[in-house]
């Protein structure tokens, strides 16, 4: 997580795969034509999802907005998979913080129940600083089964500097030494009870982490932990949650480091304690540096925060290759997924204030005046996420110049064809499915005029789909489950 004090850290490595990435080399002006083929028994990894944080009181701007028809519209825009983004993972924020009025997060047990070996005073709320109304209604109302919580920090009377902020660790771990005791198991303890309250609320957490960028200590909720104190955590978690019945469904994941090269390193450590089985998925930001090829490891990897944090507010879709542009972020996610095969892929927050007015949200809201304004980047993940359904298997394509192509084969049956403009012009484009005949195809187009809105597409009677990618746009094409026949 950012704010303003933070930003001159993050001045955004300009690396393959991450906000401000050269924006590829304009093509010719007139239109162009080209095949795109799909080979479905080219397959790689599986997909888990995409979404958004809703971390440090960001969810209030939602489940306190007095303009109840705003809020469905802000609740649609997130997760409707007709007129919205269609997300499908929530990555919300564990408490530290005691009693905190700020943004901060609030922990549920303030207070240091005299050691690590004493009864804890848990003092839950039933609102997770707005987080669990926000998880119900994604749960109940638009189907999305992925919740991530994860901890920026422990309490503070848990760490080795005695406090939730400026890093730390948590004592116990190797290499630490506190008078207070060994902590890890109440540190356990703790992320399990916070599971336990999602649950009797009818939400399940199925991602749980306890780590948030543990190579930066920030003045904000922050602890420190190298890989091998990773690992000695993750061996205290796994049987506490295992012990609560709770591992069939809620899997823990590490680590979100602040760049890709301090995550491999961290991940090579947990591989190495051999904990890497005890690991639902990889977890990595992009700020000090985005990925670099897929990551050697056996588990589902995920980028779970990114963004644009030193442009001013934006909304456009395209802006001569801005970082904060909606064309940007098409290109990043496929740079994430297609050359370093990321199964789950996060903006930063989902909704934030008007200030910082930067483009580290999709959405500005100001819920004093029940008013938000919608930024491109919103429609440039709708592209991905409603077409591409958690589960779904990415498949091979071939594209034609101008054009970046990802397919993929979802779980009904369905298949989703991605096509990215890489220039200024049109491209007209027929795509073949290789060992199937499409007898139907819809489009959805994002551009500057356009939000995730129907287009034009045929599908003639050899199963040839027929369609445009106007330029600086992206465009999905998809075949319904039903909508295929086996190639003769």
Same mark, same amino acid.
């Given at each position: ?37 799909? /080979? *479905? ?7 888990? $999802? ?6 440090? =009181? ?12 705003? =809020?469905?519209?802000?609740? /649609? ?53 707005? =987080? ?20 920026? !920090? ?38 399990? @009870? ?46 506490? *949650? ?20 301090? =995550? ?16 639902? @998925? ?33 909304? !456009? ?122 007898? @139907? ?21 050899? $199963? ?25």
């Amino acid at each position: 997580m950012r704010f303003a004090e933070a930003i001159l850290i993050a001045a955004a490595a300009a690396v393959t795969g991450v906000a401000g990435s050269p924006e590829p080399a304009p093509i010719l002006a007139e239109r162009q034509s080209g095949a795109i083929t799909v /080979d *479905l028994s080219k397959t790689f990894q599986k997909i888990d $999802g995409f979404g958004f944080s809703l971390a440090f =009181q960001r969810a209030n701007l939602i489940t306190n907005m007095s303009d109840k028809k705003k =809020q469905r519209e802000l609740l /649609d825009l997130l997760f409707n998979t007709t007129t919205g983004a269609g997300f499908t993972i929530i990555r919300n924020g564990i408490g530290s913080t005691p009693n905190s009025n700020s943004d901060y997060m609030n922990t549920f047990a303030p207070k240091n129940p005299g050691g690590p070996k004493s009864s804890p005073q848990y003092e839950w709320d039933g609102k997770d600083s707005g =987080q669990l109304w926000v998880s119900q209604e994604a749960v109940k109302t638009y189907g999305v089964t992925t919740i991530y919580a994860d901890a920026w !920090s422990a309490p503070g009377y848990m760490k080795t500097n005695g406090k939730d902020t400026s890093g730390g660790s948590i004592c116990g771990v190797t290499g630490t030494s506190c008078s207070s005791g060994d902590w890890r198991q109440a540190y356990a303890d703790y992320l399990t @009870a916070y599971v336990k309250y999602y649950a009797e609320a009818g939400v399940a957490v199925t991602h749980l982490g306890f780590l948030n960028e543990p190579e930066f200590s920030a003045s904000y909720a922050s602890m420190n932990s190298n890989g091998n104190q990773a690992a000695d955590f993750i061996k205290v978690l796994y049987p506490t *949650l295992e012990a609560a019945n709770l591992t069939q469904r809620t899997g823990i994941v590490c680590c979100d480091s602040e760049g890709w090269g301090n =995550q491999v390193s961290m991940t090579n450590a947990i591989k190495s304690a051999g904990v890497e089985n005890r690991l639902k @998925a990889v977890t990595s930001h992009t700020y000090t540096g985005g990925p670099s090829g897929a990551m050697n490891t056996r588990v589902p990897v995920w980028l779970t925060e990114q963004c644009d944090l030193n442009g001013q507010w934006s909304t !456009s879709f395209y802006s001569s290759g801005g970082a904060g542009d909606g064309l940007t972020w098409a290109n990043n996610i496929y740079s994430a997924v297609v050359n370093n095969n990321i199964s789950g892929y996060l903006y930063w927050e989902g909704v934030q204030w008007p200030n910082p007015n930067t483009n580290e949200k999709l959405i500005r809201v100001d819920n004093r005046t029940n008013t938000y304004e919608v930024a491109k980047r919103l429609w440039a993940f709708a592209n991905w996420s409603r077409y591409v359904r958690p589960g779904a298997l990415r498949v091979g394509t071939t594209a034609p110049s101008g054009v970046r192509t990802a397919a993929f084969k979802n779980v009904d049956g369905s298949l989703a064809v991605i096509a990215i403009s890489t220039g200024s012009s049109a491209v007209t484009v027929s795509i073949k499915i290789s060992g199937a005949t499409p007898t @139907a195809v819809e489009a959805y187009v994002s551009d500057n005029t356009h939000n995730c809105e129907k287009t034009t597409a045929s599908v003639a009677t050899d $199963g040839t789909i027929s369609g445009s990618v106007p330029g600086r746009s992206i465009t999905t094409f998809v075949i319904p489950g039903g909508g295929t026949a086996a190639a003769a």
